[in-house]
T-cell receptor
């Protein structure tokens, strides 16, 4: 069975601070995919990134960066110089083969980030 | 540029009533999904479909039914609404088995 743990329920930072959102996953599969989604206060879910289990390179996209470490089963997300518009709930998710033989997405419970002006 | 469209956005049901949540996508995606999101929780998969005519259960299918007669539409039906089904429901689609999922705006459902 797959499991995603986001230990930080809520985080508050002051604008322009850097913040890291933690994600730890569990799976027995050697092939799997990791995702981050953003859910702003308006409620929609926005795809941010996908990473496969064979690619451990860190990725940077503007103020966002992701650190994937298989050794610790972690896929952490860092926002540099946070802005008020970054305030949202962020979900980490894992896609691996389910018992039924298909890939199913398992979500963590989310981390609510509040950026204070 | 519609993407995934869900209707209605809000609904209040009485216990025992039935209803259908509609989901339509215009991206020609084969894969479609229904999730529910309870307060303070992540999303849980209810049902999914890998193409027209093919559906399968997710993690929490009890109390729901789906059908997929076309590529575009994937309705979710609640037959006998129960208070435990109060939640926000999201429909999603993806172009591939492990492709990023594109979500609708959600349907907020309250059962009283």
């Amino acid at each position: 069975a797959q499991k995603v743990t986001q230990a930080q329920t809520e985080i508050s930072v002051v604008e322009k601070e850097d913040v890291t959102l933690d994600c730890v996953y569990e799976t027995r599969d050697t092939t799997y995919y990791l995702f981050w989604y953003k859910q702003p206060p308006s409620g929609e879910l926005v795809f941010l990134i996908r990473r496969n289990s064979f690619d451990e390179q860190n990725e940077i996209s503007g103020r966002y960066s992701w650190n994937f470490q298989k050794s610790t089963s972690s896929f952490n997300f860092t926002i540099t110089a946070s802005q008020v518009v970054d305030s949202a709930v962020y979900f980490c998710a894992l896609s691996a083969l389910s018992g039924a033989g298909s890939y199913q997405l398992t979500f963590g419970k989310g981390t609510k980030l509040s950026v204070i002006p | 540029n519609a993407g995934v469209t869900q209707t209605p956005k809000f609904r209040i049901l009485k216990i025992g009533q039935s209803m259908t949540l509609q989901c339509t996508q215009d991206m020609n995606h084969n894969y479609m999904y229904w999730y529910r999101q309870d307060p303070g929780m992540g999303l849980k998969l209810i049902y999914y479909s890998v193409g027209a005519g093919i559906t399968d259960k997710g993690e929490v299918p009890n109390g729901y039914n789906v059908s997929r007669s076309t590529t575009e539409d994937f309705p979710l039906r609640l037959e006998l609404a129960a208070p435990s089904q109060t939640s926000v429901y999201f429909c999603a689609s993806s172009g591939g088995l492990i492709g990023p999922q594109h979500f609708g705006d959600g349907t907020r459902l309250s059962i009283l």
